[in-house]
Nanobody
Framework: QVQLVESGGGLVQAGGSLRLSCAAS????????MGWFRQAPGKEREFVAA????????YYTESLKGRFTISRDNAENTVYLQMNSLKPEDTAVYYC???????????????????WGQGTQVTVSS
């Protein structure tokens, strides 16, 4: 079955950087819009960023623009999230999701997604 596997999380000091990866298998990756979401303890899941199936269009939640960058490598079936200038409030479990040919700007508004990963923990210490 389809698998989305996130990696790259960990513990980092405030101001540091991490790059998350989400590797897809058994999925026609280049036909799927890919997104990143996060959920902090006691909070609702939050949209972070999305990239269109070609990678030509990206969309971010406004508060994270300039610090986070989403990208994808369709040859490697992988989507990335580069996170810079990390803050303690970025601490969360980060999940990737896939939606078949959804507009990138719509992905954040959707409740249901075609596929989800299991998540990777990011902890930012102050």
């Amino acid at each position: 079955q389809v698998q989305l596997v996130e990696s790259g999380g960990g513990l980092v000091q405030a101001g540091g950087s991490l790059r998350l990866s989400c590797a897809a298998s058994r999925l026609p990756f280049s036909s799927y819009t890919m997104g990143w979401f996060r959920q902090a303890p006691g909070k609702e899941r939050e949209f972070v960023a999305a990239t269109s199936w070609s990678g030509g269009i990206t969309y971010y939640t406004e508060s994270l623009k300039g610090r986070f960058t989403i990208s994808r490598d369709n040859a490697e079936n992988t989507v990335y999230l580069q996170m810079n200038s990390l803050k303690p409030e970025d601490t969360a479990v980060y999940y990737c999701a896939a939606d078949y040919r959804a507009p990138a700007h719509v992905m954040g508004a959707r409740i249901e997604h075609d596929y989800w990963g299991q998540g990777t923990q990011v902890t930012v210490s102050s």
